[in-house]
């Protein structure tokens, strides 16, 4: 087998490599992306943990159980009634494996299309060789690269309780939560974060009672405390039982599912049953089976590969992007980062603004925000100003029949300039680009409050917050 030469050799192909493997081709550079995730049938499935099993099946079982919801409770709102409705998990979840399949296949055109040379298996370091780097692929296709430039994008993988391995059928990670082929009568999740409160509203939807049990005292303490507290009244109040401030105990798989102990916050001693449990409780970076050791590249005590304000690790010509670095686990910022790198390998000014990263929670209402919370302003003594408006007060929220939760915007009080937007409302999703936008061009809040909305629509709400900055909302 004769060894293959490449400008530019990405290890991992999630939102991070693939589009950084796109990019660099773009770029001019011969690319090559390797990725190990196989299709139940054994075949490539690039797009990595986003598209198998986290961003793209668990949005598509958000759909299908948001429909399920509304077809139960709300169409009745409109004069639509139905009779006998019934949900197919089995057909929920083939329609989740055919929209996966569609985002695996795209990723595999889109490799022809740019000509990114893509390997099918385990890419590792094996040795520095000159002006680069041997990276070994095992697997089906077994081979022997050599690239200059080394981009590793090897992802994350969901952190088990220790001592509580995942077995995928009654406790479970985010892989297995999106495999449940049926709906449990009493699930349990342990973490209220992102996925906890995602997946928790999925099953709760389809009729599971649904327990959430979180370590910390406080509800999603790095949103803004007064969107947090609103989306925690929306989630309880539709059936969703979150205990803050638990201590887990002992985790034991029974017969009949999972018993976990646990303290409450009160300090009472529970035992708890449930049929399967979802350990949500963060994500670990992937470097198992990369042998950073062979070339002396630099981990940090979490096994995340060090890197700089630039994706630059310890060894030259050899780059990190996505989760298995610093920052936020969000599929985006893995591609602004993969973007960027490539440029920076071309000699151009590749740029990742981390203050304008959006966030958003596909819960029912949806939360999304970005800069900064009134809570992080308050500590570092910023002088602010804040708006809020209801969505209670919003035509068109009010004719979707979703008027839960406010969009609120924070502006600097001397220069106006935007600091933070934070939604909780129905489509926060699409209407979080807006402010994202905004502020990317430093813009005021008075460019908001200026600027023509279209009525009725639900960004007229973001544009109320604006002029509720200067205190003359118009609607409310
Ligand atoms: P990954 O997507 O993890 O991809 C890494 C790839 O590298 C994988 O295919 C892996 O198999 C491969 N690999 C690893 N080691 C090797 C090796 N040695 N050789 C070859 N291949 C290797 N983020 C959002 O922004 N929005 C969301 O809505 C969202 N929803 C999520 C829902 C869930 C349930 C989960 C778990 C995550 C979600 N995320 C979401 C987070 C998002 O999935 C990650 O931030 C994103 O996938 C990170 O991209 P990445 O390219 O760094 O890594
Ligand atoms: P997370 O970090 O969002 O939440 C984990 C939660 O578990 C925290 O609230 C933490 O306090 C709690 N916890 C930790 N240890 C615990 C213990 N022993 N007992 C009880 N509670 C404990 O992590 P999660 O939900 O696993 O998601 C991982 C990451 O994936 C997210 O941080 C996010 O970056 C990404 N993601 C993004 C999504 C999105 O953008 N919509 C959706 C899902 C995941």
């Keep these: 087998m004769s060894t293959k030469n490449f400008d530019v050799i990405v290890i991992g192909g999630g939102p991070g490599g693939y589009i950084a493997a796109i990019r660099a081709a773009q770029l001019g550079f011969s690319t090559a992306c390797i990725d190990e995730w196989k299709n139940a049938a054994g075949g490539p499935a690039p797009g990595g943990t986003c598209t198998n099993v986290g961003c793209i099946p668990s949005k598509a079982l958000l759909q299908s159980s948001e429909h399920f919801e509304q077809a139960h409770h709300h169409f009745a709102d ?10 197919d998990v089995k057909k929920m979840l083939g329609r989740k494996d055919t929209v996966v399949k569609q985002n695996n296949d795209g990723i595999l055109y889109l490799f022809k299309k740019n000509k990114v040379a893509f390997f099918h298996g385990r890419g590792s370091f094996a040795k520095a060789v000159d002006g680069g780097y041997q990276i070994d692929v095992a697997g089906a296709a077994a081979d022997t690269l050599v690239g200059k430039q080394i981009i590793v994008a090897t992802g994350s993988s969901a952190r088990a309780l220790p001592g509580v391995p995942f077995d995928e059928d009654k406790i479970l990670s985010n892989d297995g939560a999106l495999r449940v082929g049926s709906v449990p009568k009493k699930l349990g999740l342990i ?33 803004d405390e007064q969107i947090a507290k609103e989306a925690f009244k929306a989630f309880t109040k539709q059936g969703l039982k979150i205990e803050l401030g638990v201590k887990v105990g002992e985790v ?5 599912g999972v018993s976990v102990t646990y303290t409450s916050a009160k300090g009472d001693a529970v035992a708890a049953e449930f049929d ?4 949500s409780i963060g994500r670990v970076p992937n470097t198992v089976g990369l042998k950073p050791e062979a070339v002396g590249l630099q981990l940090d005590e979490r096994g995340a590969i060090v890197v700089d304000g630039n994706c630059k690790t310890n060894l030259a010509g050899v780059w990190a992007v996505g989760d298995v670095v610093r920052g936020p686990m969000l599929a985006h910022k893995a591609e602004e980062e993969g973007v960027a790198v ?9 740029h990742v603004n981390f203050n304008t990263i ?15 919370t009134e809570q992080q302003l308050k500590a570092r003594g910023a002088a602010y100003k804040a708006g ?10 009010r004719a979707l029949g979703d008027t839960t939760g406010m969009v609120k915007m924070l502006a600097d009080a001397a220069t106006d300039e935007i600091l933070g937007v934070h939604i909780v409302g129905p489509v926060a999703s699409e ?10 061009f430093k813009a005021s809040s008075e460019d908001i409050a200026r600027i023509c909305h279209a009525h009725p629509s639900l960004s007229e709400a973001t544009k109320e917050a604006a002029l509720a900055v200067d205190k003359r909302t118009l609607n409310f």
Excluded at 200 to 209: C, D, P, T
Excluded at 276 to 279: G, K, W
Excluded at 342 to 350: D, F, L, P, S, W
């Design 78 to 87: 409109h004069g639509i009634g139905l009779k006998d409705l019934s949900i």
């Design 191 to 223: 973490g209220a974060g992102v996925i906890g409160l995602e997946m928790g509203s999925v099953w709760r939807r389809l009729g599971a009672e649904v327990t959430v049990l979180e370590g910390l005292p406080t509800f999603l303490g790095a949103v």
């Design 252 to 256: 034991k798989t029974t017969k009949a």
């Design 276 to 279: 399967r449990l979802i350990v």
């Design 342 to 350: 490539a440029e920076r390998i071309a000699g151009q000014h590749g």
């Design 358 to 372: 959006p966030w958003v929670i596909y819960t029912s209402p949806e939360i999304a925000w970005v800069g900064e």
């Design 388 to 397: 809020t408006f209801p969505f209670l007060a919003n035509g068109r929220a």
């Design 431 to 440: 209407l979080i680009a807006e402010a994202v936008v905004a502020m990317e």
